[in-house]
Each structure stands twice: as C-alpha cells, then as structure tokens.
C-alpha cells in the first residue's frame, strides 16, 4: 500500500507499542488533521472498543485467531438456540 503524507502505519508493531491508550482516545475524539476527523460525540466503551481494534491491526495473529474462533461460536450458538437453551451462554427462553 502505498504511504500517504502524515497517515501513521496502525499495522506497524513498533509504532503501536509507542502509542498509549490516552493517546489513542484523544486522536479519536479530537481527531488528526487534516487526514482524520474528530469524533467527539464517541462514548468511553465505544472508544475502548475501537482502541482495541486499531490495536489489533498491528497484531494479525489475534485477527486470525478471533475470525477462526467465530465459526466455532456462531455454530455454538445456533446449536444452543434449536436445543432452547438460548446459545453459548446457556440462557434458558421463557
């Protein structure tokens, strides 16, 4: 992929290790011009979320694992739900 004048490499395992969560969280409510915009109106648990996925673009090993492990919960799930017990948690429908 080509490199984009003042666009930082998220998949790059050394610059990821230099950014803090903080830091993280500020870029994405207050944005990085003239490239990204701000997103003020984000919640914490949205902005966990989404640290936690930028994070993961430098790790593929965890992309790996997490799109192999759904199959397995999804059919996990569906099996749960025909059984009526409500899927992997075992929650049992009134």
Sequence with gaps: MP??????????PGFMSTISDERMRRSIRGG?????PSFPHF???????????VRSLSQPELVLAAALAWPLRHA??????????????????A
């Design 32 to 36: 990085r011009p003239p490239t990204m």
């Design 43 to 53: 919640s914490e648990p949205t902005l966990k979320v989404l640290v936690a996925y």
């Design 3 to 12: 490199e984009v004048a003042g666009v930082r490499d998220l998949t790059d």
């Design 76 to 93: 996990a799930s569906t099996i749960g739900e025909r059984r009526g017990r409500g899927g992997v948690a075992g929650q049992v429908r």
